[in-house]
Antibody, heavy 125, light 107 residues
Framework: QVQLVQSGAEVKKPGASVKVSCKASGYTFTSYAMHWVRQAPGQRLEWMGW????????KYSQKFQGRVTISSDPSARTVYMELSSLTSEDTAVYYC??????????????????WGQGTLVTVSS | DIQMTQSPSSLSASVGDRVTITCRAS??????LNWYLQKPGKAPNLLIYDASTLHSGVPSRFSGSGSGTDFTLTISSLQPEDFATYYC?????????FGPGTKVDIK
C-alpha cells in the first residue's frame, strides 16, 4: 500500500533554513506528482507547491517563491521541501501529499489522496 | 489568487442529522473542487473530488454538488466518526487554495 513517511520534528532559529523529507513506497514513484501543504496552529491548510517526481519540474505558490525549493531523488524514492529565511510565521505542520491521478503529459492533478504524517517545524529564538 | 470561503465556520449536530456545508470560490473554478475531512492531529483525508466524485472507500452518506463558484458537501446521516473539520480546495489554478474549514461537533 502507498506510504509516505516524513522526517521528524525540527526546531529552528529565525533566519535559518529547514529541509523536510518525504519517503514514498508502494507505488511507481516517478508516475506521480507530490505536493507540499502546511498548516499553522489553528489555521487553514496552505498549499506550497508541487513537483513532478518523474522529471523534476516544480511549481510554487507565489507566496513562497524564492524561499522554497521542492526536489526529488527517484533513486531514494524521496521528495524534499526546503524553506529558507524562516520566521515565526513559518511555525506549522508540513505535509507531503501524493496526487490521486498519475501525471499525464503536463497535467498535474491537485486532488491529494495520500498524505504523510506531517512534520512540525517550530521557529523560535 | 482564488479565494475560498466556507459556511458555516462551525456547527453542532447530532448523530443521524443531515448536514450541509457550503463552499464558495471568488471566481469560477468549473468543477475543480475537492473536499477533505481532517481530525485533530491528523492529516486530511480526501472525500470528494471534481466537485461530486466520491473517492474510493468513502461512505455513500457523503455527497458533493455544484460547479462554477458555489459548491456543497452533504452528509446524509451524520455518524460518530464524522465529527471533524471539513475543508474545500480549488484545483482550477495555482496556488491551490483551501477554504477556512467547517468544524462539525457534537450537539
Amino acid at each position: 500500500q502507498v506510504q509516505l513517511v516524513q522526517s521528524g520534528a525540527e526546531v529552528k532559529k529565525p533566519g535559518a533554513s529547514v529541509k523536510v523529507s518525504c519517503k514514498a513506497s508502494g507505488y511507481t514513484f516517478t508516475s506521480y506528482a507530490m505536493h507540499w501543504v502546511r498548516q499553522a496552529p489553528g489555521q487553514r491548510l496552505e498549499w506550497m507547491g508541487w513537483i513532478n517526481a518523474g522529471n523534476g519540474n516544480s511549481k510554487y505558490s507565489q507566496k513562497f517563491q524564492g524561499r522554497v525549493t521542492i526536489s526529488s531523488d527517484p533513486s531514494a524514492r524521496t521528495v524534499y521541501m526546503e524553506l529558507s529565511s524562516l520566521t515565526s510565521e513559518d511555525t506549522a505542520v508540513y505535509y507531503c501529499a501524493r496526487t490521486l491521478r498519475p501525471v499525464v503529459g503536463v497535467v498535474i492533478a491537485g486532488m491529494l489522496n495520500h498524505w504523510g504524517q506531517g512534520t512540525l517545524v517550530t521557529v523560535s529564538s | 489568487d482564488i479565494q475560498m470561503t466556507q459556511s458555516p465556520s462551525s456547527l453542532s449536530a447530532s448523530v443521524g442529522d443531515r448536514v450541509t456545508i457550503t463552499c464558495r470560490a471568488s471566481q469560477s473554478i468549473n468543477s475543480y473542487l475537492n473536499w477533505y475531512l481532517q481530525k485533530p492531529g491528523k492529516a486530511p483525508n480526501l472525500l470528494i473530488y471534481d466537485a461530486s466524485t466520491l473517492h474510493s472507500g468513502v461512505p455513500s452518506r457523503f455527497s458533493g454538488s455544484g460547479s462554477g463558484t458555489d459548491f456543497t458537501l452533504t452528509i446524509s446521516s451524520l455518524q460518530p466518526e464524522d465529527f471533524a473539520t471539513y475543508y474545500c480546495q480549488q484545483t482550477y489554478s495555482t496556488p491551490f487554495t483551501f477554504g477556512p474549514g467547517t468544524k462539525v461537533d457534537i450537539k
